[in-house]
């Protein structure tokens, strides 16, 4: 009963590659957010999509392209990947509601390693 | 904007002896505040957040957090720690943005316990 599920875990792939990576929440959540994590441990936020509607879009190259086929699911696709985009990418997904403080709930997280 | 800093990028304690992890923010707005916590090749978990109620908050294992206006701060403490404690910690801020709420993360306090 995994709330916030990631696949694959590891994602390992050469340069030029296209590749897929895939977010489904079971909490009944309205957003959902994409998020990468450097080697040096720093998070910061790619994308977020409410009910299925992008509303975040932080400067990503256009070779990332995020689709939300529901509002359960957002997955993330990398065309011609580079080294750079090795990192570690995490889902999350939050209840928008009248109040703040949104806590998100975040994924397993999925290694993505290219080479 | 918002920004948060975490002051140390590692606290080592010993066992059994408080924790103390510093976090400032900066925010144009009425903030709300999180601490997450990352054990190692896992995703993130949240340990508390401020909602501008209570200024003493209380989370998860022990853990709580004192929101000082005066002081832009919101230190992570425990009193006696544990050898399940070692992880990496992360600030949060969040603020709106255009009715979304953003977060913005530290970049991590490593927390080692000394047996």
């Known amino acids: 009963d995994t709330a916030v599920s990631q696949t694959p875990k590891y994602l390992v792939t050469q340069m030029g590659n296209d590749k897929s990576i895939k977010c489904e929440q079971n909490?009944?959540?309205?957003?959902m957010y994409w998020y990468k994590q450097d080697s040096k441990k720093f998070l910061k936020i790619m994308f977020s999509?409410?009910?299925?509607?992008?509303?975040i879009n932080e400067t990503v190259p256009n070779r990332f392209s995020p689709k939300s086929p529901d509002k359960a699911h957002l997955n993330l696709h990398i065309n011609s990947l580079e080294l750079g985009d090795s990192a570690v990418y995490f889902c999350?997904?939050?209840?928008?509601?009248?109040?703040?403080?949104?806590?998100?709930?975040f994924g397993p997280g999925t290694r993505l390693t290219v080479t | 904007a918002q920004s948060v800093t975490q002051l140390d990028s590692h606290v080592s304690v010993s066992e059994g002896t408080p924790v103390l992890l510093r976090c400032n923010y900066s925010?144009?707005?009425?903030?709300?505040l999180f601490w997450y916590v990352q054990h190692p090749n896992k995703g993130l978990q949240l340990l508390l957040k401020?909602?501008?109620?209570?200024?003493l908050v209380k989370g998860i294992n022990g853990f709580e957090a004192e929101f000082k206006k005066s002081e832009t701060s919101f230190h992570l403490t425990k009193p006696s720690a544990h050898m399940s404690d070692a992880a990496e910690y992360f600030c949060?801020?969040?603020?709106?943005?255009?009715?979304?709420?953003?977060?913005?993360f530290g970049t991590g306090t490593r927390l080692t316990i000394i047996p």
């Open positions: 401020y909602t501008s109620a209570a200024t």
């Open positions: 999350a997904s939050s209840q928008k509601t009248s109040g703040r403080a949104y806590e998100q709930y």
């Open positions: 925010s144009s707005y009425s903030p709300s």
């Open positions: 999509y409410n009910n299925k509607e992008l509303i």
């Open positions: 949060v801020v969040s603020a709106p943005n255009f009715g979304n709420e953003k977060l913005t």
């Open positions: 909490l009944g959540h309205d957003t």
